[in-house]
């Protein structure tokens, strides 16, 4: 009987409105890894984008149901897709919604999850946007138009951000240095994990001559995979367990947001 504590981490599904491939290779993880463990984190960008708990898109109720009957604590944190995701779905998919940076407690000590998309300061129009629609008066004011509405502003501007990321360096797109140092200082911790770079890896770094390690989670509309937290250590894995070829990535992240600039 397993007794060591089995933390698992994922983010970057992007499941669509219907189901696909993607969510059936996450319900098997479901059925398979997860009941393992003591507890399963997803680190946002779970849907391609989210305008609202009231859509009840099939793929998204699908998945609802499946983690409802997980028998392991379920902690979701907001992604610069689904940051909309509110308290009506996280309900009925039995998940806790946790803050935009939060601490938990591994074998080997403390670690810091966060989605990752704050970390990328040197997209400057990215953070600006990224300001205006975390507002509590912006979601409000999105969240009243009609559903069709929503629908299509976020169909625009999922095909507008493919476009706009392709004209932009792939570094601006990627975590900054000084930002990966700053939250690790500030929070005072030596274990970093994030998703939303699709650039999974596990990176060796100093902070203030503190060895630290920087857990970058895979993107599943590439190759499917997770983080394992144990006494071993953290360890990205593909879904049938072997370690995950570091370093790869298809692409670089699009910058969207599930609605216009124009409102």
Known sequence: MRTTPRVLVVSDLHLDREPGLTLARFLEFLEGPAREASALYI??????YWIGDDARFPGAETLAAALAR???????QHGNRDFLLG??????????????LLRIEVDGGPALLMHGDSLCTADVDYQQFRTMVRAP???????????????????????GSRDAGKMKASEIMDAHPDAIVDVLRTHGLSLLVHGHTHRPA????????????????????????YLLLDDQGPRLLTLDGRPYPVGFSL???????PASRAG
């Open 202 to 225: 596990i990176h060796h770094l100093q902070v203030d001559g503190r060895p630290c390690l920087r857990c970058v989670l895979p993107s599943w509309d590439e190759l499917p995979g």
């Open 70 to 76: 997980l028998p392991v604590p379920v902690t979701f």
């Open 87 to 100: 308290p009506d779905y996280a309900r009925r998919a039995g998940m806790t919604l946790a803050p935009e």
């Open 251 to 257: 692409a670089p992240p699009d910058p969207p947001a």
């Open 43 to 48: 680190l946002g960008d779970l849907f391609e």
């Open 137 to 159: 008066a912006w979601q409000q004011a999105f969240l009243t138009r009609p559903l069709p509405e929503r629908i299509a502003a976020a169909e625009r501007l999922r095909a």
